[in-house]
């Protein structure tokens, strides 16, 4: 689950990593899984009743009542002791819990009573708040769907995609690039298997796995042939038998969590500890001094130790973890309205912050629906054997079908499609990875020859063919024809066509398995063109992220030539365009210049996506990565936020932050406004605070050295703390100025610091105005009681009201008025406090009946203050552009 309280014991945590084991599976789990490792394929299926066509419905149903759903113990909640002992567990709340038990001891019961009621209403109201957002967030992500291709008898073997939470011991699963492991398997066929187990073992480099049995492994996670839930396929692809799911899995068995924080801490958690590390602080210097000033003056060390825990209390923001749970569960709804699915609720915040968006073009720029448009020979004219090969090469292919190969498939007709499935027998294939950017299948010819289909990038196509084919017959691919048949390549591509390269190679003689090695001396057949036309919706979207300080950058795996088009007709002005192998050849130093000025980053692979999202954060930029392949999992767990698609892969989806359910940079933008949104209203609470409780320890200790008696009581500072307090709770409906969220918004302590040196000293003015008002005007200096109601009224409104004013850049209830929430309870608290010296409750909490003259001077007060406090904050606008 994810925990409000892992910062200080207020900040949720970031979940989605997995963390590394610290243990093994079980002795019994063990010796079970190596039983199936030394088995063969057949005998493993025969170990739990399954077979190549998997189990039927019944069977599964039935397993599924047995072994329960598929999911780890990790995701179960907590009890309601625990939870509530993790909230209860925090430095607010402890400093609160010592300061009342110093306050019963020193014979002080009802100050104690008020102090716990404070850290009970914080842990209930924190309690409930993170209980709904666990519930808002665990919903949300039921709308993102993560399923497993699976077998099962009755549909003639075919694959079904189903939940991964069905999944139960006996089925059979296909797994491809891309997929993550859904549970514990034994594979039964494997192809150039390579698998990424790092979760689990903590090796960095992909696996190669094997179907056949393994009687030299000692341990499970040391087979061959057994892949385990929380790792993914890097390229490959085969078929497997789920042996071990939820609980009983290695991954589940361990109970790490899905949900382990993920990553180092963010700009937002990282400004929450320096504001509340600097509010201990404050409290560490200021409460001890003014204990020591009234105990000298006053002569009452005890009264003074119980106005100094009082002043300590008033200087706490126990409301602060439950205000930030609000708010961030507020904005996970509200972006939910918006097709924009938040899987971590610390990465709103970041969100908000974001200036720079990496992205793929595909989907993003484009339609997302990639239309065959020619298929022409080596010389540039239509070519129906181009066509042939290419369906044959995506028809047979087992691993994940892109949108090429969808396009393709779509292009043949059905009689077609049907001759030449029925022609052409698949024998084997080498699937795509990203360092051949090719995949190759073997087929069987009517006249039994063995055919070698392969496509791909064209330049790392045409690296694995010596000859061409033309009208008159094969001849060899010298250095002049090369040049031709790239220049016909860049005329496709500067067209706007996406381009994939055809090679084939009679492969002599014939045999049963194939591999990378024998993708050489292919005869190139000429090039498929796409087109992925872009969205009309795209431009505008650019413009719109510019507006509000996003900066877009391009980074694909695509051919340059056509991503500058693509660009170009979306309005993005490319000054500069840098592919993958440039950049290889620049240093950290020469990147980090060229990343300011480069748009557009082409022909990129995995790893130098990461590179280029760590070296604009290293500039300190705030960097969001939205990709949806198999190779975007990288980027996405390099960037501050990982922002995927409902239809990504699984590893994508599993890495990702946010989720869009529309792959849209216009979705994108609303989910960026209201992550300033969230921020926003945060923010208001925090420099509310920090200003208020700045100034009243001004205010406090000129009045302890000024006064003859206490300017409050102690328990009237608790109850005044108390209320503004609960009063503040309905911040997060508050709306947010369109101003404000035109541009990232960052924590910046330099800003906080500004508003508590600044308000701060404009509301002890008020407060020493009052003070004289009710020493001099009124003549309360006679009278204690009627002095310390006076402030206590005055001091609660003037705390609670300034809120209008803090919480817009623009002028109160004319330009900008607050939420109706935010009214009720503002107005209400302040309406209790000036009632609560008229009620049967006065006594006990020491107030007395203040006489109608100092409510004409207070309405002048409180008057002058407002204006006062809205002239200052005009004046931090125009001098520092603070809002």
């Known amino acids: 689950m994810f925990r409000p309280l892992a910062l200080f014991g207020l900040i949720p945590d970031r979940p989605g990593g997995r963390a590394r084991p610290s243990a093994s599976v079980s002795a019994a789990q063990q010796e079970y899984l190596l039983e199936l490792v030394r088995l063969e394929a057949v005998a493993a299926l025969a170990r739990l009743d399954s077979g190549m066509d998997g189990l039927d419905a019944g069977e599964a149903a039935e397993r599924l009542e047995r072994h329960g759903p598929n999911v780890v113990g990790s995701e179960q909640r907590e009890s309601l002791l625990a939870e509530i002992l993790h909230r209860l567990v925090n430095p607010l709340n402890l400093l609160l819990l010592a300061l009342a038990v110093v306050s019963f001891i020193t014979s002080d019961p009802i100050g104690a009573g008020i102090m716990t009621t404070m850290v009970t209403v914080a842990v209930i109201v924190g309690y409930v708040q993170e209980r709904k957002s666990s519930q808002a967030v665990a919903s949300l992500r039921r709308m993102v769907s993560n399923t497993a291709s699976v077998r099962r008898r009755g549909g003639a073997g075919a694959r079904s995609e189903l939940p991964i939470e069905q999944l139960v011991p006996g089925d059979v699963i296909h797994l491809s690039a891309g997929d993550m492991l859904p549970a514990d398997a034994r594979l039964l066929a494997a192809k150039d298997l390579f698998v990424n187990q790092s979760s689990l073992t903590g090796e960095s480099m992909p696996v190669e796995k094997f179907a056949g049995a393994d009687a030299a492994a000692r341990s499970p996670l040391e087979a061959r042939n057994l892949c385990f839930m929380g790792s993914n396929v890097i390229s490959g692809s085969a078929l497997a038998l789920v042996v071990a799911t939820g609980r009983e899995t290695a991954f589940g068995a361990l109970a790490s969590a899905i949900a382990e924080p993920r990553g180092a801490s963010t700009s937002f958690d990282v400004g929450l500890r320096r504001f509340v590390s600097l509010m201990l602080r404050f409290i560490l210097v200021m409460v001890p001094l003014v204990f020591v000033v009234n105990g000298m003056l006053k002569h009452d060390w005890l009264e003074s130790l119980m106005f100094s825990i009082a002043v300590a209390v008033g200087l706490t923001p126990e409301m602060l973890p439950a205000i930030v749970t609000f708010n961030l569960a507020k904005g996970a709804l509200a972006m939910a309205r918006k097709d924009v699915i938040v899987k971590r609720l610390p990465a709103i915040q970041n969100f908000g912050a974001i200036d720079v968006l990496c992205t793929d073009k595909t989907g993003t720029l484009t339609q997302d629906k990639v239309i065959l448009e020619r298929h022409v020979d080596a010389a540039g004219a239509d070519n129906e054997r181009v066509l042939e090969l290419a369906f044959l090469n995506s028809h047979y292919q087992t691993g994940l079908k892109n949108l090429l190969d969808i396009a393709v498939l779509e292009s043949v007709g059905g009689v077609e499609t049907h001759r030449l499935a029925a022609d052409y027998a698949l024998v084997d294939e080498v699937p795509f990875d990203f360092e051949r950017r090719r995949m190759s299948v073997v087929v069987r010819d009517p006249e039994g020859r063995h055919l070698l289909i392969s496509k791909g990038a064209v330049a790392e196509t045409l690296g694995i063919c010596t000859r061409v084919a033309g009208t008159e017959g094969e001849v060899a691919l010298d250095a002049d024809r090369l040049a031709e048949v790239r220049q016909v390549a860049h005329d496709l591509n500067a ?12 492969m002599m003689p014939p045999r049963e398995a194939y591999g990378r090695d024998d993708e050489r001396e292919l005869t190139l057949v000429g090039f498929m063109a796409f087109l992925d036309p872009p969205k009309e919706s795209a431009a505008e979207a650019i413009r719109a992220l510019n507006r509000h300080g996003v900066a877009v950058k391009i980074l694909t795996g695509d051919n340059d030539v056509v991503a500058r088009h693509v660009c170009r007709l979306v309005g993005l002005n490319l000054q500069r365009v840098l592919t993958g192998p440039e950049l ?56 501050d936020v990982g922002i995927s698609v409902d239809t990504a892969v699984d590893i994508a989806k599993e890495s990702a932050d946010i989720i869009l359910l529309e792959k849209s940079l216009a979705v994108l933008e609303e989910g960026v406004l209201e992550g300033r949104r969230v921020f926003g209203n945060i923010l208001k609470y925090i420099k509310m605070t920090a200003s208020s409780n700045f100034g009243n320890v001004f205010s406090v200790i000129g009045a302890s050295v000024l006064l003859p008696f206490l300017p409050m009581a102690p328990i009237q500072l608790l109850i005044n703390n108390l209320m503004y307090d609960l009063s503040m709770t309905t911040i997060a409906t508050d709306g947010v100025d369109v101003e404000y969220v035109a541009t990232p918004r960052r924590w910046e302590m330099g800003n906080i610091a500004r508003y508590m040196f600044t308000f701060g000293p404009v509301s002890s003015l008020f407060d020493y105005v009052t003070f004289g008002v009710m020493w001099w005007l009124l003549g309360f ?16 409104l003037s705390q609670t009201l300034i809120v209008y004013v803090i919480r817009t850049a623009r002028l109160p209830f004319i330009e900008s008025t607050p939420s109706l929430p935010l009214l009720v309870t503002t107005l209400g608290f302040c309406l209790l406090g000036i009632l609560l010296p008229f009620t049967p409750l006065a006594h006990l909490f020491g107030f007395a009946p203040l006489p109608g003259g100092y409510w004409l001077y207070l309405v002048g007060i409180l008057a002058a203050y407002m204006l006062l406090a809205q002239g200052v904050k005009a004046l931090l606008i125009r001098r520092f552009g603070l809002n």
Request: a negative charge; proline letters at 4%; aromatic letters at 8%.
């Open 584 to 639: 290889d050849t620049l240093s950290d130093a020469e990147l980090a210049g060229a990343v300011r000025e480069t748009q557009l980053f082409a022909r990129l692979n995995p790893q130098q996506k990461v590179r280029v999202i760590e070296t604009l954060r290293g500039q300190g930029h705030v960097v969001g990565f939205l990709g949806d392949g198999i190779n975007d999992g990288p980027a996405l767990r390099a960037a």
């Open 495 to 506: 067209d706007g066509f996406r381009v994939i390269a055809v090679g084939v190679r009679e």
């Open 781 to 796: 200096s006679a009278h204690p009681l009627l002095f310390q109601t006076g402030w206590f009224v005055e001091s609660l």
